[in-house]
Each structure stands twice: as C-alpha cells, then as structure tokens.
C-alpha cells in the first residue's frame, strides 16, 4: 500500500479555504504512542489550535474510556486535530457530532458506501464498525480550553487480519478494493470543515438535521450503557446539546449524554 503523502495533505489544505482556516499545520508520523496523546501534549503547552497530526501507526492508541483502538500500520487512518474552539465547553459534545456527521459524509462520497453514524461516536456499515470519534480535552492556567479530536478509519485493513471479536470492517473489506488513504483525509477535512463551520455559525438545528440523515440509532431499540447505568428504549430524536432522548418501556423519556449504545 502506497504510504501517506504528507506533500499532497499540504496542497490540498492550502487551496481550500475553508479547510486551510482550521488547519494550519500538518504532522505525519511513522509511528507514535497515541495522536491523541500527542495532540493533547500540545495543547498542554501552549500550542494554538490547527494542527493535525497523522500517523502510520500507533503503540497506544485507545478508544474511549481508555480501551485499545488497534492500529495496525500502514493500512488505516489515525488523526487527532488540535482546536481552540471559542465554544463553551458544555458545547464541545457537539463537535464529536459534528466530526461523525463529517466522517459518515467523507465515507460516502469517497467510496459509494452507505456509512451511518451509532450515536454518539461510531461509523458502521452495515452493522461493523469501520471508524471511531475520541474527543478529549484540557486547560492550562489562563487559555482558551483546547479540544482534541482523534480519527480512527479501518480503510486498507485485510478482513482476514481483523479480529473477529471486534465485528468491524474495513472500507477495503467491503467494497472489495483498496481506497486511497490519502484521498481519503482531503475528503474528511472538507467535510468536518463544513459541519464545523455550522458550530461556528450556531446553526445546530442544521448540525443536528444532517447528523438525524446519516444516524442509524433513531428510531431503533436500544440499550445505553452510561458509566453508572443501563437504560433500555427506543431512541428517539437527537436533542440541540447532542443528548439522545430515549422513549422508556414505561413511556417517560430519558436524555442521555454519554454511553455505550447497543442496537437491539
Ligand atoms: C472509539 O472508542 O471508537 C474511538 C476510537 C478513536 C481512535 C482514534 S485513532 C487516532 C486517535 N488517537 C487515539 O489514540 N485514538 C484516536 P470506543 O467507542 O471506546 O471503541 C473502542 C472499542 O472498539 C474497543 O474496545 C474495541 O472493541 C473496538 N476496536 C478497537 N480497535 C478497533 C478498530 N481498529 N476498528 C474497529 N473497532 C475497534
């Protein structure tokens, strides 16, 4: 597989202006712990927004509530993009919204598939998962809280080398050819750029409308497991904060805002 062209990344930002506004700086890395990890290694000291930092593979990559995102090398997409966001941060779940509306978009116009988002954080198709969203963020004394927010696409990935247990795929597994990986990170930044700028522009009722086009969630039983409890409903619609509304068995309603959802 040809590698990342770290030369062609840069061109392609600097004759997109909407792209070229919140990315300033492009990093690509053979091998590092964790793009996330570093991303925010950044903000902690000090570093203005608009760096994003690619590598071909990670050590350390990890998945919310730190559980492992495996990243094998060379194959797939591990991004993590440095924001100051003026946002308040009660408003940064919306940029994990924001990013997997992108992404399911980016998928979709690169390769023809029908990529859906599982709210919050999951890119499927099918029922696999073939990317994930991992937001984090931090405050140093004095600045502007900074956000991360990490990519991780299963794009050359052979479905013979993906664990079973893991029930994803790949963008090559399913359509049966391999998929441009560079391409591929021109087609993300223009999208997540686009949903971005909604955020920017506080037009979450138009955020929320194109993340409901591409989330298979509503209107699906299901399971949330939040960190302290397991609620089971039919999800229901989206709310402006980025909170799931789920319908209860008993018909009372529960918003949620962080969890594990399983499609029932
Ligand atoms: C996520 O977490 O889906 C967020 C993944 C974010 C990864 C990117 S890569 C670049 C950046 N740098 C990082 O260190 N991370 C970000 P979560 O919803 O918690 O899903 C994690 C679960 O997905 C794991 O427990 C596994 O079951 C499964 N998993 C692990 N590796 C996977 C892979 N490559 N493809 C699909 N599923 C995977």
């Not at 840069?10 to 690509?28: D, F, N, S, T």
């Not at 696409?153 to 359509?175: G, H, R, Y």
């Not at 619609?237 to 009372?252: A, H, K, M």
Request: glycine share 10%; with cysteine.
């Amino acid at each position: 597989m040809a590698p990342l062209d770290l030369q062609k990344i840069e061109a392609w930002i600097k004759g997109h202006a909407r792209v070229r506004e919140r990315v300033r700086e492009v990093l690509l890395f053979d091998q590092v712990d964790s793009t996330n990890q570093l991303a925010l290694q950044m903000g902690s000291a000090g570093l203005p927004g608009g760096v994003l930092i690619i590598a071909e593979t990670q050590n350390k990559g990890r998945g919310r509530f730190n559980r492992e995102w495996i990243s094998p090398r060379g194959v797939n997409l591990y991004l993590s993009l440095l924001l100051r966001p003026y946002q308040h941060t009660y408003d940064f779940p919306l940029f994990s919204l924001a990013t997997a509306t992108g992404l399911a978009q980016a998928i979709r116009s690169a390769t023809g598939l029908a990529a859906s988002v599982k709210w919050p954080n999951d890119i499927l198709l099918g029922d696999k998962k073939v990317a994930g969203i991992l937001l984090e963020a931090g405050k140093t004394s004095g600045e502007a809280p900074y956000l991360v927010v990490g990519i991780g696409v299963n794009v050359n990935w052979d479905f013979c080398d993906i664990p079973k247990e893991l029930q994803a795929t790949s963008l090559m597994a399913t359509l049966g050819q391999p998929v441009d990986r560079t391409g591929l990170i021109n087609d993300i930044l223009i999208a997540l750029a686009a949903q971005y700028q909604l955020l920017d522009r506080d037009k979450k009722e138009e955020l929320i409308h194109n993340l409901s086009e591409v989330c298979v969630t509503l209107g699906k039983p299901v399971r949330i497991k939040t960190p302290n409890q397991t609620f089971e409903g039919i999800a229901e619609t989206i709310l402006e904060d980025g909170s799931l509304l789920l319908r209860l068995g008993d018909g009372t309603k529960r918003k949620v805002l962080l969890g594990d959802v399983t499609h029932l």
